[in-house]
């Protein structure tokens, strides 16, 4: 669906209509599968009654609108993640431009990095956090600016990339999804000061984010603690 729609407009009206009909697509079916849950998306209005729901779909019908709208990128995404019991109990992360498919019913196998290579942090293209480059500084390692924060987990699970980590403003649905694929795939996902990332909470704004190979994250942890 979302590819169809690249032949009828460009640019910033491709991102906005893009947006509009996956939100709609989205909400649509999970009303018709699941018509008791609740739903949190980006492109939909609030409702407050998903703060007593047992279950709540959180989603971003589009994340990285501004790569949908460029040409020849990949680095955006779709993320549907299900909330319940005060977890992200199901999760994916739709990669249309790569025809890829991460879920937490496969988790892809975690790829062995190489010995001695220098460590790579994928940032934000458009508003890489000071602190991410303080921290690459500190550690020797290289960072790596990439559209979607789907994609960029998307990449660290893949064994593309190490780490992601972001700082200054993001909302719950930027980042359930790609958490849940993260975590499920045996992955350290957290706030940038190690605590943990809770959703569903009456503001959904949940700015900072670290996703990383379990082992190095005691390293950027303490690193990033020392730069904060």
């Known amino acids: 669906m979302l590819a169809a729609i690249r032949h009828v407009?460009?640019?910033?009206?491709?991102?906005?209509?893009g947006d509009r009909c996956s939100h709609e697509l989205l909400?649509?079916?999970?009303?018709?599968?699941?018509?008791?849950?609740?739903?949190?998306?980006?492109?939909?209005?609030?409702?407050r009654g998903r703060l007593t729901a047992r279950r709540v779909w959180i989603v971003d019908p589009l994340d990285g609108t501004r790569e949908f709208g460029e040409p020849g990128r990949v680095d955006w995404a779709v993320h549907v993640?299900?909330?319940?019991?005060?977890?992200?109990?199901?999760?994916?992360?739709?990669?249309?431009?790569?025809?890829?498919?991460?879920?937490?019913?496969?988790?892809?196998?975690?790829?062995t990095a190489e010995?001695?290579?220098?460590l790579c942090i994928l940032v934000s293209r458009t508003r890489p956090p000071d602190l991410a480059s303080r921290v690459a500084e500190k550690l020797g390692a290289r960072l790596l600016p990439m559209g979607s924060a789907g994609a960029k987990v998307?990449?660290?699970?893949?064994?593309?990339?190490?780490?992601?980590?972001h700082a200054g403003g993001q909302y719950e649905w930027d980042?359930?999804?790609?958490?849940?694929?993260?975590?499920?795939?045996?992955?350290?996902?957290?706030?940038?000061?190690?605590?943990?990332?809770?959703?569903?909470?009456?503001?959904?704004?949940?700015?900072?984010?670290?996703?990383?190979?379990?082992?190095?994250?005691?390293?950027?942890?303490?690193?990033?603690?020392?730069m904060s």
């Open 175 to 226: 980042s359930a999804a790609p958490v849940g694929v993260a975590l499920a795939a045996g992955f350290h996902a957290s706030r940038v000061d190690g605590t943990p990332l809770r959703y569903n909470r009456p503001d959904p704004s949940l700015p900072d984010l670290l996703v990383c190979r379990p082992e190095i994250a005691g390293t950027l942890l303490e690193a990033l603690a020392v």
């Open 154 to 165: 998307a990449a660290v699970v893949l064994g593309e990339a190490d780490a992601y980590v």
């Open 27 to 47: 909400a649509a079916e999970i009303r018709r599968r699941h018509p008791d849950d609740a739903i949190l998306s980006e492109e939909g209005a609030d409702d």
């Open 81 to 111: 993640a299900l909330w319940e019991e005060d977890e992200i109990v199901a999760a994916a992360v739709a990669l249309p431009g790569r025809g890829l498919v991460l879920s937490t019913a496969q988790p892809p196998p975690r790829r």
């Open 115 to 118: 010995p001695g290579s220098a």
């Open 9 to 17: 407009a460009a640019g910033a009206a491709l991102g906005r209509l």
